[in-house]
């Protein structure tokens, strides 16, 4: 942006471009001469998208208003403040000078020009602050296109702020930034950015984060990014499970989605971590457990094997011959029960431990599905996270052992056990050991750190994949490393945030510059 000089290092967003007066009609036509309406304000809805936005963006922020401001709107304002963390500060016209002291002293740290976000009718105070230094953005009500000229810069919504940051950072640095535009669900977006994951001012590996949002054009939006980080599976909308999920026609996204995915497809030069096509294994359980059965030909000089688990698809629960076919998959009883699609719609994380053969035919957990092996693993789950060439590791409780589950169910009936891997697991009450007569033998067998770290680069190499996880159990007996799952894009929540961010932009920025090379 031609004209714009130094990144943007703090955000003032006028009370003028954040309060929404609007007019309450009274029905009661008698009572219109003492109150035909009212003055009520109310909070711009997309300025709670933006605040979400700006809150964990490493850009110091604030909600300003005039001194004349009425009690109840000051009140609004202090509230919002106060709910996301930001500074609330008194912008008077008649002394600038003041106004500028507190900002300052309350960012006295920041790393570039203050961006003041406000509306164009509020032209007294913002002709001033931009002499001194301040970079004016105005909200355009009146709806003209977005532009700028020396001193300003003109946007029609506040959802264009991010990227309007976005733009001015990338003039001012140049091409030593790599911008990674983000799109995933609200609630991931917000655990990622708690954690400092979405920076807008850059990084010292030189990375900047840009929020992209289908709510606008998407094009505008990518031809800012050099990276594009998405969490597709959000945006799933049906899986076709009688194709093959190698195929893109399979799988329906959200009109969004569809239009980054036609993006991605005629701008083969834009680096997007990952690919569609290479998750497209990790929604498929089937094919997962099919690639994991290449580990057999891994080696390493531990004595221990690491191996996907054994499995079985059924389209039908009442199929002839299940019996048989369970014994064909070395499957014995207890198993579990998962659907075939892995994650992205209803239901996908729908299962149930069974312990009878006769109880498959009144279960309840979508077909087509993987009856797969449960392993007794003295009720420890270790969760495995690959972030580039980095690969990180977490302990935490799991379902208990087969005898366990078992009592859980009945002893007499042994009714399956039905769960949502999401919210609960099948465990004792209080602490998952409890009652679990084999939960000493977790020490038995200790992880292989040299074997699974092995596997999890081969996973690497086989997905394409540049961040995703995987569980693994040690089964009781044998010590056999057990991978159970895999998922693309985790949160990776129980890798230390001052080791785990690093690691992960160091795994986006390899990307790039791998991607540029090829």
Avoid at 25 to 43: I, L, R, W
Avoid at 432 to 449: E, Y
Avoid at 450 to 474: C, H, P, Q, Y
Wanted: net charge negative; proline share 5%; aromatic share 8%.
């Amino acid at each position: 942006m031609a004209g714009v000089g130094g990144v943007v290092g703090g955000v003032i967003l006028d009370e003028s471009v954040l309060l929404a007066s609007q007019q309450l009609q009274y029905p009661d036509s008698s009572s219109s001469s003492s109150h035909s309406s009212s003055n009520c304000a109310s909070f711009q809805p997309d300025a709670h998208f933006l605040l979400r936005k700006l809150r964990y963006s490493n850009i110091p922020t604030g909600i300003s208003y005039g001194p004349g401001l009425e009690a109840h709107k000051v009140s609004i304002l202090k509230e919002v403040a106060t709910q996301y963390s930001i500074h609330c500060f008194i912008l008077d016209a008649s002394s600038i000078d003041d106004t500028t002291r507190e900002v300052m002293l309350a960012w006295s740290n920041i790393g570039g020009r203050i961006l003041y976000l406000v509306s164009n009718k509020k032209r007294d105070i913002y002709t001033k602050l931009s002499k001194c230094g301040w970079l004016i953005t105005i909200l355009n009500v009146e709806g003209s296109s977005a532009c700028e000229n020396s001193s300003m810069v003109y946007i029609n919504k506040l959802q264009e702020l991010p990227l309007t940051i976005c733009h001015i950072n990338r003039k001012a640095i140049g091409n030593s930034v790599v911008t990674v535009g983000y799109i995933m669900k609200p609630s991931r977006e917000e655990d990622f950015a708690k954690r400092g994951a979405f920076p807008m001012y850059p990084t010292q590996d030189g990375l900047m984060f840009v929020p992209l949002t289908f709510e606008l054009p998407l094009s505008p939006q990518l031809q800012e990014v050099d990276v594009v980080l998405h969490k597709a599976t959000d945006e799933i909308i049906s899986i076709d499970l009688n194709s093959s999920l190698q195929s893109s026609n399979t799988i329906t996204y959200s009109r969004g989605m569809q239009e980054l995915q036609r993006y991605m497809e005629h701008h083969l030069d834009l680096c997007v971590i990952d690919p569609l096509n290479c998750i497209y294994p990790v929604l498929d359980r089937l094919k997962i457990q099919q690639i994991l059965l290449g580990l057999e030909d891994l080696k390493t000089r531990g004595c221990h094997a690491i191996r996907g688990a054994n499995f079985l698809k059924v389209d039908d629960f009442n199929q002839a011959g299940l019996i048989q076919s369970l014994s064909e998959a070395k499957l014995a009883l207890p198993s579990i029960v998962k659907p075939q699609v892995a994650c992205g719609v209803a239901d996908s994380h729908s299962m149930a431990i069974v312990f009878r053969v006769e109880d498959f035919k009144d279960l309840t957990v979508p077909l087509p599905a993987i009856i797969q092996e449960y392993v007794d693993h003295s009720s420890t789950l270790y969760k495995f996270y690959v972030l580039g060439e980095k690969v990180y590791h977490a302990v935490k409780n799991s379902t208990p052992n087969a005898d366990t589950l078992m009592k859980l169910s009945g002893s007499k009936e042994l009714k399956p056990l039905v769960f949502d891997s999401l919210k609960s697991l099948p465990t004792t009450k209080g602490n998952p050991n409890s009652g679990d007569d084999n939960s000493s033998k977790a020490t038995d067998h200790c992880i292989d750190l040299e074997l699974v770290t092995s596997a999890a680069n081969w996973l690497m190499r086989k997905l394409e994949l540049t961040i995703f996880g995987f569980d693994v159990v040690i089964q009781e007996g044998t010590g056999d490393h057990v991978i159970v799952d895999v998922n693309y894009l985790p949160s990776f929540k129980e890798v230390p945030n001052e080791v785990a961010i690093p690691a992960f932009w160091d795994a986006i920025k390899k990307k790039f510059e791998l991607k540029r090379t090829t």
